[in-house]
Structures are given as structure tokens and as C-alpha cells.
Nanobody, 122 residues
Framework: QVQLVESGGGLVQAGGSLRLSCAAS????????MGWYRQAPGKQRELVAVISSGGSTNYADFVKGRFTISRDNAKNTVYLQMSSLKPEDTAVYYC????????????????WGQGTQVTVSS
């Protein structure tokens, strides 16, 4: 089994910064893509940013220039540095690990973290 544990959420004023972390643990051989999604009340979950094992990144337009995703492959950990935060960034942020290869089952799997709340006050 694989677990994703997020940390770093909280309350911040508009214009402030937060750094989210997500550590994956379990019977992991490798993780292809790690990323962050968010879900605001009454809205669908949406992609924020993803990063491949090789370091290629993809960002949603609404965070380009403000958020930076990075990862430490040796630690199976992904980070999201969020700057210039806006009230509309308020949401539960979910960590995702995609195309995960484990040593207990064939195939590739997708896992989600439990979510961490980010609240930006105006």
C-alpha cells in the first residue's frame, strides 16, 4: 500500500506565501508523475501543477508565475511553493502520485493524499 501525507497548509493573507509538502511512502519502486490538485467549495477538483520524474512541469494558467512545483525523487516527495496568494486560491489542496510502480502488485497505480486546507484572507 502507498500513502501520501501532505503538510504545510494554513491561513495566510492575500499576497502571502505558503509551501506545501507531500511525502509518499510504502512499497514504491518508482513514481512517474507527482502533482497537486485543488478543490474549492462547490467546484470540481482541478489541476494545479504536475511534475514528472525527469523534472518536466505543467502548470494551470491561473498559477503560472506564482506557484512553483518541485520534487525530490530520492525521498518520493513533492513540494508546491505558493506565492502572491489570492483569496480565490482558497481550497483543499490534494497531492497526487500517478503511474506508481509498487513491488507487491503488477501494473501502475494512482494515489491521492487526504488533502490540506489553504485559506487566503483578503
Amino acid at each position: 500500500q502507498v500513502q501520501l501525507v501532505e503538510s504545510g497548509g494554513g491561513l495566510v493573507q492575500a499576497g502571502g506565501s505558503l509551501r506545501l509538502s507531500c511525502a509518499a511512502s510504502g512499497n514504491i519502486i518508482r513514481i512517474n508523475t507527482m502533482g497537486w490538485y485543488r478543490q474549492a467549495p462547490g467546484k470540481q477538483r482541478e489541476l494545479v501543477a504536475v511534475i514528472s520524474s525527469g523534472g518536466s512541469t505543467n502548470y494551470a494558467d491561473f498559477v503560472k508565475g506564482r506557484f512553483t512545483i518541485s520534487r525530490d525523487n530520492a525521498k518520493n516527495t513533492v513540494y508546491l511553493q505558493m506565492s502572491s496568494l489570492k483569496p480565490e486560491d482558497t481550497a483543499v489542496y490534494y497531492c497526487n502520485a500517478d503511474e506508481v510502480v509498487v513491488n507487491t502488485l503488477p501494473g501502475k497505480y494512482r494515489y491521492w493524499g487526504q488533502g490540506t486546507q489553504v485559506t487566503v484572507s483578503s
